[in-house]
Every structure is written in C-alpha cells, then in structure tokens.
C-alpha cells in the first residue's frame, strides 16, 4: 500500500468512527458534486475493524419498542396507550419519574441516562403486571396531572402490594 493510500486512510479512520460510513459517505458525495456513488466500496477503507459497521443512533419511541415486543393481546393494547403517553410527555415525564415508579412497584432501577433507556426497563416492569392492575393505570393516568397524582400512587400501591415481599406469610 502506498503512503498516500496509508495516509488517507488514517485521515478517514476517525471520521468513519465519529461520524459513521453513511455520514462520511454523503459529505463526501456532496464534496464532489455527485450523491449516493456507487463505486465507492468500505473495502477502499479496509482495516477500521468495527468502525465500519453502521450504528443506528437513533432512539426508538416508547410505542415503536410496545410494537417490536412479543406481549399478550391482553396486555398490548394497554401497553400501547401508556408508550403514547410516555412519547407525548404525559406519562412519566422524566427519567426520575421512571425511576421513581420502578422502585414503588418493587423493580430495581438499573442506569438510566436518556427516556428511551427508561421505558425499556418500565416496559419490561408493565409486562409483567396482571393486565386488571395494568389497565386500572392506564386509566389511572388519564386524568392525572401534576396536581392530581393519588390515582397513580393507588394504582402503585396496588401494585406493590401483589408483591411477594408484601404478602403475608403463609401458615403452612
């Protein structure tokens, strides 16, 4: 390989890593006057190892994530409405309001950074609820607001209470 060709290619290696090949490509393309070149081949950047493998930054919505899981019929419908609600704001409007709710259903809160993490962890949390204690939250919450919150915490509270930690011992 020449030292030109060796040069290029470690100019390119951090703006494929930064930016991803599909950026990197386009800006080039637009560079020379000419979209979507179909001589251009990842090959001609050999050797990035992961680097030019395409990564999908984008994030997806709450009701995107309800529509890829495998849930009941039962449960989905349910689950569907409270994702519309989680994208709109309307429902657990921030990450502390996520996390906050997993603790009072029992669940473990792990790292959460962006809203879309957090509804991963919740939906996986709501699946797991009978769909009668699902459904009184999602009506729950329909009229809910900042200043009226005693349904959320009633449909928590039941919630909880249907955990094994907070049955009573049985007299066996």
Do not use: C
């Amino acid at each position: 390989m020449s030292s030109r060709k060796a040069l290029l290619i470690s100019l390119l290696r951090p703006l494929v890593q930064e930016w991803g090949y599909e950026e990197v490509e386009a800006v080039l393309a637009q560079l020379s006057g000419v979209a979507g070149r179909t001589g251009v081949h990842r090959s001609a950047i050999g050797g990035l190892g992961g680097a030019d493998k395409i990564r999908n930054t984008r994030r997806l919505l709450a009701t995107e994530l309800v529509a890829r899981a495998q849930l009941p019929e039962a449960q989905e419908v349910t689950l569907r409405e409270l994702a519309t609600r989680f994208d709109r704001k309307q429902f657990l409007p921030s990450v502390a309001d996520v996390r906050e709710f997993l603790i009072m259903i029992g669940e473990r809160p792990g790292a959460m950074k962006a809203r879309s993490e957090a509804f991963r962890q919740l939906l996986k949390a709501l699946s797991g609820l009978p769909p009668e204690q699902l459904e009184r939250l999602a009506n729950s919450t329909v009229h809910s607001g900042p200043s009226r919150l005693g349904p959320l915490s009633d449909a928590i509270s039941a919630a909880a209470a249907s955990l094994p930690r907070h049955r009573e011992p049985s007299a066996s």
